[in-house]
């Protein structure tokens, strides 16, 4: 594999696992949204 196409396989991954951290962050905060509202009611 030449350096090119390694630099661009490695920041596709990088930018996936970007995505799916920003993903589970936004599951988390939804979460305790949920907890919240439970809670008040």
Request: proline share 0%; hydrophobic share 40%.
């Amino acid at each position: 594999m030449d350096k090119q196409s390694f630099t661009e396989a490695f920041a596709e991954l990088r930018a996936r696992l970007y995505r799916n951290g920003a993903l589970l962050d936004e599951a988390k905060a939804n979460q305790k949204r949920i907890e919240a509202k439970e809670k008040a009611a």
